[in-house]
């Protein structure tokens, strides 16, 4: 049973940042796609940014320019590093490890950008 980790989240004031980091379990780590996905109050989840096995990323319209993924292999950690912090970012934040097979979601990590 895969387990995946959050950690990073918190209160910031608008223009700030905050890195995100996801540990998961296991030992295939290093062949899965990670992804950060958020659910702003009252709305449905959406993708955030996604990072393949050989270090492809893609990201929301929303962040691109101001978030960016990275993967650590060796530690089976993901990151996210949120620059630029906007009100319209708070969000629970969301770990996703997807395999062929299926995906895994952690419990997610609360972000709130004050104005």
């Known amino acids: 049973q895969v387990q995946l980790v959050e950690s990073g989240g918190g209160l910031v004031q608008a223009g700030g940042s905050l890195r995100l980091s996801c540990s998961a379990s296991?030992?295939?780590?290093?062949?899965?796609?990670m992804g950060w996905y958020r659910q702003p109050p009252g709305k449905p989840r959406e993708l955030v940014a996604t990072?393949?096995?050989?270090?492809?990323?893609n990201y929301a319209d929303s962040v691109q320019g101001r978030f960016t993924i990275s993967r650590d292999n060796a530690k089976n950690t993901v990151y996210l590093q949120m620059n630029s912090l906007k009100p319209e970012d708070t969000a629970v934040y969301y770990c996703?490890?997807?395999?062929?097979?299926?995906?895994?979601w952690g419990q997610g990590t609360q972000v709130t950008v004050s104005s």
């Open positions: 996703n490890q997807r395999f062929p097979t299926g995906s895994y």
């Open positions: 296991g030992s295939l780590f290093r062949i899965s796609t």
């Open positions: 990072i393949t096995s050989g270090g492809d990323t």
